[in-house]
């Protein structure tokens, strides 16, 4: 029952969650459990590393090694950690303030490098835990507190910035539709290289009180004519798509070589030089 | 009929699940989710899967 995933993976003396009524990173936190526990990977190989923000409070709940690290410093402390020891595998919880403004260089090397980390984001549009100003990924026209007359700032798309920055898996989920998030996420922790899954959320308490989108049941039902599968969005043109979300898998190659193998081949022909 | 277990210390009453109840099962009753109709829950699970706080485990159908 999937009761036992829950007593199974959760820090059971720190719950309930600090997360707000109706918050998506808990829907994020659920499908990563679930697809953590279909994969039957060996627990203590697993580590999670997150940086700050709503989303970053997601290791706090849970029952495996966890690195609580600083602001926009999760994938560094990533890349450290998997570089010291290869065969664990890393998950890195992050959200839209975190890995795009404050961590985003650090997001664009980590993809450039192609190391073999698991990025995940919560991206909820804006920064929750210091009250709602916009972030990078804030639509054109949202208020914030920062943006009182409309956010006019163009927002990124973190799918594509990682795709052309060099991961080489690419997936958009969407609190919406979890298990096809559940999916995905499992098909990016089986990923060998950099996999990057955005999984659009909803911040019911402070992005939708100021944008007047009704509660979180009706927050969650706006998803539903919003979301357009990578397969459909193919048939449909530009204007059509103004306004969707696309959602599916972008990228999935092994066309390029994951950044600690490079590494270890190096320290061999190193070895050699040396020795011979 | 199937068994809604609700953990009502864990459950903020977002109401996400009332909304997305296609039977109607589910309301809210002092800012925490109750199982009104039990018998009419037909098991999709959408309250589980999209429940943030981890309060709700719909169980398995026990005539089969």
């Not at chain 1, 997360?19 to 994020?28: A, E, M, Q, S, T």
Request: some cysteine; proline content about 3%; charged content about 25%.
């Amino acid at each position: 029952m999937n009761d036992e995933i829950y007593t199974k993976y959760l820090a059971l003396d720190k719950m309930p969650t600090m997360w707000c009524p109706g918050c998506g990173n808990g829907i994020v936190l659920q499908s990563i459990l679930r697809a953590v526990d279909e994969l039957n990977a060996d627990r203590d190989k697993i580590v999670f590393v997150s940086g700050i923000g709503c989303s970053s409070r997601a290791v706090n709940y849970l029952d495996f090694d966890c690195m609580h690290t600083n602001h926009g410093r999760a994938i560094a402390f990533a890349t450290g950690l998997k570089m010291a020891d290869p065969d664990l595998h890393v998950i890195v919880l992050t959200g839209d303030g975190d890995c795009a403004s404050i961590g985003g260089n650090h997001l664009i090397h980590a993809c450039r490098r192609n190391i073999d980390l698991t990025v995940i984001c919560m991206n909820n549009s804006n920064y929750g835990m210091t009250g709602g100003q916009y972030s990078p990924t804030t639509p054109i026209g949202s208020m914030t507190k920062t943006s009182v007359y409309g956010s006019y700032e163009p927002p990124f798309d973190l799918c594509k910035l990682t795709e052309s920055a060099g991961a080489t898996y690419v997936a958009r989920a969407a609190t919406f539709y979890p298990l096809q998030m559940k999916e995905l996420i499992k098909k990016a922790l089986q990923h060998h290289g950099l996999s990057f899954v955005d999984c659009a959320s909803d911040c019911p308490s402070l992005f939708g009180r100021l944008n007047r989108l009704g509660d979180a049941g009706q927050m969650m039902l706006r998803w539903k004519d919003r979301l357009v599968s990578v397969q459909k969005a193919k048939t449909l043109s530009a204007e059509e798509l103004k306004d969707k979300v696309v959602w599916g898998e972008f990228v999935n190659t092994d066309d390029r070589k994951e950044y600690c193998d490079i590494y270890a081949e190096n320290i061999a022909k190193a070895k050699e030089a040396a020795n011979g | 009929m199937r068994k809604i277990q609700i953990n009502t210390h864990w459950c903020k009453g977002c109401g996400i699940c009332v909304t997305l109840c296609p039977k109607g099962v589910l309301t809210l009753e002092q800012e925490t989710v109750k199982a009104e109709k039990e018998e009419a829950c037909i098991g999709c699970r959408q309250c589980e899967y999209h429940c943030p706080d981890f309060a709700i485990v719909i169980g398995e159908d026990e005539n089969g």
